[in-house]
């Protein structure tokens, strides 16, 4: 049984400077998504100088590190982004926003919360486990994901993370304020498009007006949609984000095409086809009062493009995920923390992760875990509370060291 004194004595080791200087570096490379190549060159090189046993980078640009113990123990993955958003309003700042200078006690920068400093703890965790490793008793393999493309497509990078590395618990470096994240709502894209007949406005009568059928169809799904519930979760809502038509106003010619997006929350446990079922459900019985709507529902789909140069196709459907108190992963990353001072509550996460994948996905024990809050994620002026990220590092040791425990 990992013992309270026998971590404490291999945390107090870590660095904190080591970490600072670290996650500095990495702000001062920008790496938006697609853009990444220089900070994952970085990052594999930086891998293999720290002693990680393998380090290897996959077609889309992952950068994984790999970390063996003794055999027949468990496997953890420690995964994080190395990508950001763009910086729009540099002027606006006040500091350079790939400076990753200190200021009264925050590192400063773009990608700072979101979340190369959850990265630069990871990676430096896991380093010094594998140099405490005999000491502390561990056994399995922990590995480091260091993945692409995490703004624009949710859980896509990690699916390849997986071909790779099969684990039996993930933790995803994220900001949860030193918390422990058990949960998170999905997203969905859904496009409704609903079908006219072109004709000349002086005579709306001979055609149909795509975009006036879509109004009443939009009317009646907001009247009758019934968003599911999670007790922790919150609500499966569904919200209209954008509405096109074709042909465009000013043609005097009735649109014949009607386009609507919508956001849909998604619970743990929702299915694509459930979730397409319920909007077509509604679809048809609208039909049944205008026999005139010509509608379907689809799942939204678009391409991204790699640094490698690798295209992947993104159906853009991001499942929910929720695992409960008494889940393994979740009682010893619990008593791991507790272990070392720290008193986190758990709750679910506030945004979109790629724990989308693993434990939505692929049923796996997944929590998220970070330094800063959630809300100060893709802000201007976004900065890091360097006393977190610090906390966070040895947070990190501590979840791996009880979960890996011989």
Known sequence: MLKRETLHEVICQVSPQAVVELCSKLVGIPSTSGREE?????????????????????????????????PGGKRLLFESQMDHVDVRDAIEWSFYPYGGIVNNGHLCGRGAVDAKGSLAAMI????ELKRHAKFLGLSGELAVACVVNQEVAEGVASSKVHELFEPDGVVIG???????????????????????????????????NAAEKMVFLLSYIRQHFLPPRHYLLGDGILVL???????????????????ATFDRRLLSGETEGQVLEEISRLISLARDIDPDINADVRISEDYVECFTGKRIRVKHFAPGWFFEESEELVEKALRGLRLVGMDPSLSESGFGTNGCYYGGIKGIPTISFGPSEEKLAHTKDERLDVDQLVKATRGYMSIAASFLEG
């Open 124 to 127: 430096i965790a896991a380093s």
């Open 38 to 70: 220089k900070i994952a060159h970085f990052l594999s090189d930086l891998l293999k100088s720290l002693g990680y046993d393998i380090v290897t980078t996959d077609d889309m640009g992952n950068v994984v590190g790999r970390q063996m113990f003794n």
């Open 174 to 208: 994220e900001a949860s304020n030193l918390n422990i994240k058990r949960g998170q709502r999905g997203r969905a894209e859904l496009i409704v498009e609903v079908q006219g007949k072109s004709a000349h406005t002086s005579l709306p009568l001979s055609g149909v």
């Open 241 to 259: 984000t954008d509405l096109t038509t074709s042909p465009s106003s000013g043609t005097s010619v009735l649109p014949d095409r009607c386009v």
